[in-house]
């Protein structure tokens, strides 16, 4: 089986930097994936990172140590509408369907 | 294209009837898979299927769960007999073959079992 872990919820300001970090721990690891759900809403794709580094995409930024079994997702500049749930998953095995951690409730306030 | 779109949006059913789900993937997409996804959970895997195969399914999913993707476009999921467990939100997603590591969510429907 797969465990993901992330915090449960974080807090920021406007503006600020946010870093949400996840830890996993699989066999066959195929791939760190980040997504994004509001509220009543389904989740939409961020990232997958399947190398070891830093990927950047605009504001958001996804980072994998294969070798710690940890990611990270970086959001700058962060705006009102960022306030999400964000989901970090994993993949294994011969299949690139992730697993999904129970997510981080990201609150932004003024 | 319109996106992944699921029918119902919601569905309140007694314990014990029988429910299903329809989900249009992304037309493009050969790619389909079903999620089951509780308040304060992050969506759980149910099942995959690859243009009309069904290539995997959890261990988790009881027997009362069944898939089918007939054409290899729509998928349908059907819940037997269902419990007051079964009350979630489903999702179904799409990807392409290229694309794969990209999943596109529709909005799901909720079930709720009184």
């Known amino acids: 089986g797969q465990n993901i872990d992330q915090p449960t919820e974080m807090t920021a300001t406007e503006g600020a930097i946010v870093q949400i970090n996840c830890t996993y721990q699989t066999s066959g690891f195929n791939g760190l994936f980040w997504y994004q759900q509001h509220a009543g809403e389904a989740p939409t794709f961020l990232s997958y990172?399947?190398?070891?580094g830093l990927e950047e995409k605009g504001r958001f930024s996804s980072f994998l140590s294969r070798s710690k079994g940890y990611s990270y997702l970086l959001l700058k500049e962060l705006q009102m509408k960022d306030s999400a749930s964000y989901l970090c998953a994993a993949a294994s095995g011969g299949s690139y369907i992730p697993t999904f951690g129970r997510g981080t409730s990201l609150i932004v306030h003024p | 294209d319109t996106g992944v779109s699921q029918d119902p949006r919601h569905k309140i059913t007694k314990r014990g009837q029988n429910v299903t789900f329809r989900c249009d993937p992304i037309?493009?997409?050969?790619?389909l898979y079903w999620y089951r996804q509780t308040l304060g959970q992050g969506p759980e895997f149910l099942t995959y299927?690859?243009?009309?195969?069904?290539?995997?399914k959890s261990r988790l999913l009881s027997d009362r769960f069944s898939a089918e993707r007939p054409k290899g476009s729509f998928s349908t999921l059907e819940i037997q007999r269902t419990e007051q467990g079964d009350s979630a939100m489903y999702l179904c997603a799409s990807s392409s073959s290229t694309g794969y590591y990209e999943q596109y969510f529709g909005p799901g429907t909720r079930l709720t079992v009184t």
């Open positions: 990172n399947v190398l070891d």
């Open positions: 037309s493009e997409h050969n790619r």
């Open positions: 299927f690859q243009n009309e195969a069904q290539l995997e």
